[in-house]
């Protein structure tokens, strides 16, 4: 028992219980490749294991953001890890690759297990929705760091794509449909703005707002970020797409960009998809121009997929099998810039 750690603020009985408390969490991650178990130095997974060719390694990290300021407010913990995944894993998925493996990060002022806990949960949760391994991690304790409950967590994966399937976006060209998939909410970017507009408001988040159904301001922006994997993969394994966005921060002005050549750009028709209730709410309360939420939102589009127009409604009808609200959305065309045409 190191007690002279215990009075900087440290308490290793309380680290060794959260290991005790997480590892079914992770356990329940395995997949096909992975090696080992919680408690080594480093995670493994064996590559060949999975039969691919020429493998291409594609890995991403990231973390949620100020969302979690609102799980604070809302000592609600059992969500934000499945945030912490799905920002990683729908980034390598991008790229068309499969994630495999995923580590997590979580600093925290003070230990809690139950928590903490709640937390790597959702990371698990998270992981199996993407069919990828939770194969180690981190807690780490600083007290004088975090205070009043809070914490921080960051994620990384790693996917692996036969060489000769990576999606690169060298097919684009000016015709393809960009096909919307749904997303979820807010998902995990904007909340800084999200938390201003709360504020100035004079909004709480257990205010119960009509328009969501009866559900809490705190709950409704708590949903987690849809996971993408598991029905892309499948889009991508039976059709030929050229790219994929993932609508992160920024919107649709800086992330469609990023699939494109120079000389194009794209057109998106509002009215093609739902823009959730979520949205027309923090565009009223924040008195926020309605071209500029696209830049700054998802806007109820998660991910968006190039493809042939001949091929669009396939990977559409793939996506519903999945349970995913998918459509045409808009168009790639040979004029730089952004274009969306408003209701």
Avoid at 83 to 93: E, G, P, R, S, T
Avoid at 223 to 231: D, S
Wanted: proline letters at 3%.
């Amino acid at each position: 028992m190191a007690k002279t750690y215990e009075k900087a603020g440290v308490n290793l009985e309380a680290g060794y219980e959260v290991v005790r408390r997480i590892k079914q969490h992770v356990a329940s991650t395995a997949r096909k490749g992975s090696m080992g178990g919680i408690g080594s130095f480093g995670g493994m997974f064996d590559l060949s294991a999975l039969g691919i060719r020429e493998p291409v390694l594609v890995s991403g990290t990231d973390g949620v953001g100020t969302k979690l300021k609102i799980a604070f407010a809302m000592d609600k913990h059992d969500t934000i890890g499945i945030d912490a995944v799905a920002m990683c894993v729908n980034d390598v998925l991008a790229q068309g690759a499969e994630p495999l493996i995923f580590l997590d990060y979580v600093a925290i002022g003070h230990n809690v297990p139950e928590k903490v806990e709640a937390i790597v949960k959702g990371v698990a949760e998270g992981c199996r929705q993407a069919g990828c391994a939770l194969v180690g991690g981190e807690t780490a304790e600083m007290p004088g760091m975090y205070g009043g409950g809070e914490y921080d967590i960051a994620g990384y994966t790693t996917g692996v794509v036969e060489k000769s399937r990576l999606i690169d976006g060298s097919k684009v060209k000016a015709g393809d449909m960009l096909v919307g998939i749904a997303s979820t909410g807010v998902h995990s970017n904007g909340f800084s703005l999200v938390r201003k507009i709360v504020a100035d408001a004079g909004l709480s988040y257990t205010d119960k707002v009509p328009e969501f159904g009866g559900a809490t301001l705190g709950e409704t922006l708590l949903t987690p970020t849809r996971i993408y994997v598991r029905q892309v993969l499948d889009v991508i394994r039976q059709c030929d797409v050229h790219a994929i966005a993932h609508i992160t921060g920024g919107g649709f002005d800086e992330n469609i960009p990023r699939v494109l050549h120079d000389g194009q750009g794209i057109e998106v028709e509002e009215g093609t998809w739902e823009i959730l209730p979520v949205f027309r709410m923090l565009e009223r309360w924040g008195g926020v121009p309605h071209r500029e939420m696209f830049n700054i939102f998802n806007m109820g589009i998660g991910m968006v997929v190039v493809l042939d127009p001949a091929e669009a409604q396939k990977a559409i009808a793939i996506l519903a099998s999945h349970g995913e609200k998918a459509s045409v959305i808009g168009r790639v065309t040979d004029v730089p810039g952004v274009n969306i045409v408003l209701q």
